[in-house]
């Protein structure tokens, strides 16, 4: 039995432990991954709080919430402490069928959101986990709506069905690296075929000449009015939108096998994107802002979820080997930034927040969202969000486990 096939079934034998509801009582040694996921679970006793709703509504399908989920249950398996995987069990038992058939009343696939797909990782996780089937089932559901999934004219997914010709770089994390993971997990190679393919184009569509940065998204027909009417592009360099394409790229790598012919390829592309990302990253407090290429204008501030995203995406590159290792000083110095500037602790209870988060962003849509400078800087800032919380807690995992 191989260490991670004997891990793995310990995992399962302690998820049919029951357990107590989880509170935040790690003293402030512990890793910041396990005070972070306390600290949720400490707040959040059920999964579907972590994002507000209305008192007579489920919680909904979601990537956000999925992800930070996702993350808790990474805790669970580098601690091997069944609460984390049990919290992330029950999140996801909530929405499923005996069967793993998903709740349609939550999950709407003819929808053709390409958000989600992202729990699509998390239910890999636990199949993997519990080798139950349920989630190997529900995931199945999941790429039978990329099989269907709207198409531009090169075979770019569209981000939504409602925006008809749009690529958008958040959808290259909410299904990139599902498509990989399902891959390796299913046995199917045709999905890491189609996982790389969609990364090189929407590269090929969005690359900022200037910066070497990635514009939010790209619309085909050049007709949506935040479109550039030469390139399609939309006009401005959003934080989180790169830090979604950098990890998304690094997950993808994660699953992809290594005899893959673009694998050289994404590489590349991450290479050069990295140091990008490098050059974007702001000399005095080491974070990286919501518009990245204006530092310092007026209303630009430094953005947490972003700077999480870049951390982690560089520190698990450089430990996967696709990055040199120097970019791992730009994943520490990023990180003790975050820590710096973004998290507090609460004395009473021990618990973490994480601050200063661009709650939500898009193109187009009504009302309509322009893409301009002062869109992305006027749109409202909270704490602890999970866009937020579950980059955090991936990127404390992994310089958590870093060599100094």
Same mark, same amino acid.
């Given at each position: 039995?191989?260490? %991670?096939?004997?891990?793995? /079934?310990?995992?399962?034998?302690?998820?049919? +432990?029951?357990?107590?509801?989880?509170?935040?009582?790690?003293?402030?040694?512990?890793?910041?991954?396990?005070?972070? @996921?306390?600290?949720?679970?400490?707040?959040?006793?059920?999964?579907?709080?972590?994002?507000? =709703? %209305?008192?007579?509504? !489920?919680?909904?399908?979601?990537?956000?919430?999925?992800?930070?989920?996702?993350?808790?249950?990474?805790?669970?398996?580098?601690?091997?402490?069944?609460?984390?995987?049990?919290?992330?069990?029950?999140?996801?038992?909530?929405?499923?069928?005996?069967?793993? #058939?998903?709740?349609?009343?939550?999950?709407?696939?003819?929808?053709?959101?390409?958000?989600? +797909?992202?729990?699509?990782?998390?239910?890999?996780?636990?199949?993997?986990?519990?080798?139950?089937? %349920?989630?190997?089932?529900?995931?199945?559901?999941?790429?039978?709506?990329?099989?269907?999934?709207?198409?531009?004219?090169?075979?770019?997914?569209?981000? %939504?069905? +409602?925006?008809?010709?749009?690529?958008?770089?958040?959808?290259?994390?909410?299904?990139?690296?599902?498509?990989?993971?399902?891959?390796?997990?299913?046995?199917?190679?045709?999905?890491?075929?189609?996982?790389?393919?969609?990364?090189?184009?929407?590269?090929?569509?969005?690359?900022?000449?200037?910066?070497?940065?990635?514009?939010?998204?790209?619309?085909?027909?050049?007709?949506?009015?935040?479109?550039? !009417?030469?390139?399609?592009?939309?006009?401005?360099?959003?934080?989180?939108?790169?830090?979604?394409?950098?990890?998304?790229?690094?997950?993808?790598?994660?699953?992809?096998?290594?005899?893959?012919?673009?694998? !050289?390829?994404?590489?590349?592309?991450?290479? *050069?994107?990295?140091?990008? +990302?490098?050059?974007? =990253?702001?000399?005095?407090? #080491?974070?990286?802002?919501?518009?990245?290429?204006?530092?310092?204008?007026?209303?630009?501030? !430094?953005?947490?979820?972003?700077?999480?995203?870049?951390?982690? /995406?560089?520190? $698990?590159?450089?430990?996967?080997?696709?990055?040199?290792?120097?970019?791992?000083?730009?994943?520490?110095?990023?990180?003790?930034?975050?820590?710096? =500037?973004?998290?507090?602790? *609460?004395?009473?209870?021990?618990?973490?927040?994480?601050?200063?988060?661009?709650?939500?962003?898009?193109?187009?849509?009504?009302?309509?969202?322009?893409?301009?400078?002062?869109?992305?800087?006027?749109?409202?800032?909270?704490?602890?969000?999970? $866009?937020?919380?579950?980059?955090?807690?991936?990127?404390?995992?992994?310089?958590? =486990? @870093?060599?100094?």
């Amino acid at each position: 039995m191989s260490q %991670k096939t004997f891990h793995l /079934a310990c995992v399962t034998l302690l998820l049919s +432990i029951t357990l107590p509801s989880a509170v935040a009582e790690e003293p402030q040694t512990a890793p910041w991954s396990t005070r972070m @996921a306390d600290s949720i679970i400490y707040r959040h006793p059920k999964a579907g709080t972590i994002e507000p =709703q %209305k008192a007579d509504r !489920p919680p909904p399908w979601s990537y956000s919430t999925s992800l930070a989920v996702y993350a808790i249950a990474q805790v669970g398996l580098r601690t091997g402490n069944p609460k984390y995987l049990q919290y992330s069990r029950d999140y996801a038992d909530d929405f499923l069928d005996s069967t793993g #058939h998903i709740d349609p009343t939550r999950y709407k696939p003819q929808t053709y959101k390409l958000d989600d +797909i992202a729990p699509g990782r998390l239910l890999l996780l636990l199949f993997h986990a519990t080798h139950d089937d %349920k989630y190997r089932n529900a995931a199945l559901e999941l790429t039978a709506q990329l099989k269907d999934q709207p198409r531009n004219s090169d075979g770019g997914f569209w981000h %939504k069905k +409602i925006y008809p010709h749009q690529m958008w770089l958040d959808g290259i994390f909410m299904a990139c690296p599902f498509l990989a993971d399902a891959g390796a997990t299913l046995h199917r190679p045709e999905l890491f075929d189609e996982a790389a393919t969609q990364i090189q184009l929407i590269a090929s569509h969005t690359r900022d000449p200037n910066t070497g940065l990635f514009f939010h998204g790209w619309d085909e027909s050049h007709a949506e009015k935040w479109a550039n !009417p030469s390139t399609g592009t939309s006009p401005n360099l959003w934080g989180r939108a790169d830090g979604w394409f950098a990890a998304g790229i690094v997950e993808t790598l994660d699953n992809l096998p290594p005899d893959h012919p673009a694998r !050289p390829k994404l590489i590349a592309l991450l290479h *050069d994107f990295a140091r990008a +990302i490098a050059n974007a =990253q702001d000399p005095s407090t #080491h974070l990286w802002w919501q518009v990245l290429d204006q530092p310092r204008r007026a209303g630009n501030y !430094p953005e947490s979820s972003a700077s999480c995203l870049f951390v982690f /995406a560089l520190a $698990k590159a450089v430990r996967l080997g696709c990055l040199d290792k120097h970019y791992l000083d730009v994943a520490r110095t990023g990180y003790d930034g975050i820590l710096k =500037q973004f998290v507090e602790t *609460d004395p009473a209870t021990g618990t973490i927040t994480l601050k200063d988060t661009c709650l939500v962003a898009g193109l187009g849509g009504s009302p309509y969202r322009d893409g301009s400078y002062q869109y992305y800087i006027s749109e409202p800032r909270g704490s602890n969000d999970p $866009k937020a919380m579950g980059p955090f807690i991936l990127a404390s995992l992994e310089l958590e =486990q @870093a060599p100094r």
